[in-house]
């Protein structure tokens, strides 16, 4: 058979060439540069090594900031509000290509390297399905025979390779968005993360003294200025990674449920995606009516939640983006940001649209309605609650009212 694998370099998809190429198969690996830091060529060098019939690079920083991580700083993407989507917004976008490749080259199947515990095997396998459809098959070979670690470094050293690598300690996946990291001893939940796991923030003991004033600016939703200088929006993130995580801000350490039904200890860095969507949704604050900014709260969970669950095809996920876009259209200006020792707050705000007026809101000047005006809202506002809460209490006393009965 021709296989195509998504070929991460790393021991489970090493182990997965080595052992497809043993058993007959022609195999044509897939390594999609989505702002990792690893050595993409020495990926290249390993696949041809261990037997690969060809190896494609692709380069898709930029795609990925424009069609993906737009769209989570536009929904303020923080899945059970901490866990910036980093891995789940690549994951689509890597089996597209993945799957572009297994069409253009005929394959018969494609493969993957996720286990049966974790999130990426509901990503990859729903996706590359949408994509591929039933025509063209779909290989988990980690989670079909449960393939430990020791397991796949005899098949590396069958084949003539020893890939030990620093990070045999914990599992780490890592993207223009976000970098995380688990197991090893951060399964145990009573055990502080040790600094050898961040590798994009430092210690906010050791950031500097000085305070870092960042004014971001965005049009219809999405940053493309860092004080006063325009960025392309992978470029921007790239740069506020390095910029923020030296002053010691964007570590996450969060206890997650699991699309599986497991909950996990994850650990992340993501200084620029929780930078940016901090000061999104405080520009957003300014722009939106109290209406409009508590249904786009809930517009926001649920579109966080599809991306996160693998549902990146789910129609209802198309709708979501439609009111996300609409409401976007206005949330443009700028946000100053202070980071300071792993701190982040609002400087200020300047934004295009807005209904708040100083003029308005000054007590010693601005606008007062009348008595007569106060006193008639507060009364026709609160009577409803008022009414129905006071026949309530003719047929069953409250547990004040009976605890002062009582005594």
Known sequence: MRIVIAYSGGLDTSAILALLVSEGHEVITVTVDVGQE??????????????????IHIDAVEEFAKDYISWAIKANA???????LGTALARPLIALKVAEIALKYGADA??????????????????????????????????????????????????????????????????????????????????EPPEEVYAWTVSPEKAPDEPLYLEIGFD??????????????????????????????????HVENRVVGLKSREIYEAPAALALIYAHKDLEKTVYTPKEYRFKQLVDREWTDLVYQGLWMEPLKTHLESYIDSSNKYVSGTVTLKVYKGSIQIASRKPEYTSYSTELIDYNKGWYPSAEEATGFIKIYTMHSLYTAWSRKQTKKTPLEEKVHAS
């Open 220 to 253: 219809m939703g999405i940053p493309y200025m860092v004080n006063g200088v325009e960025m392309p929006l992978h470029g921007l993130v790239k740069y506020l990674n390095e910029l923020v995580g030296a002053h010691g801000y964007g570590r996450i350490d």
């Open 78 to 84: 923080l899945y059970e509000e901490q866990y910036p």
């Open 110 to 191: 494609v493969a993957h390297g996720c286990t049966g515990k974790g999130n990426d095997q509901v990503r990859f396998d729903a996706m590359l399905k949408y994509y591929l459809g039933e025509s063209i098959g779909i290989i988990a070979p980690v989670r079909e025979l449960g393939l430990t670690r020791e397991k796949s470094l005899q098949i590396l050293k069958e084949a003539g390779l020893s890939l030990e690598t620093p990070h045999k300690k914990y599992s780490i996946d890592e993207n223009l968005w976000s970098r995380s990291i688990e197991g090893g001893e951060l399964d145990d939940l009573g055990v």
């Open 38 to 55: 690893d050595d993409l060529k020495g990926a290249e060098e390993r696949a041809y090594h261990l037997g690969a019939s060809k190896h």
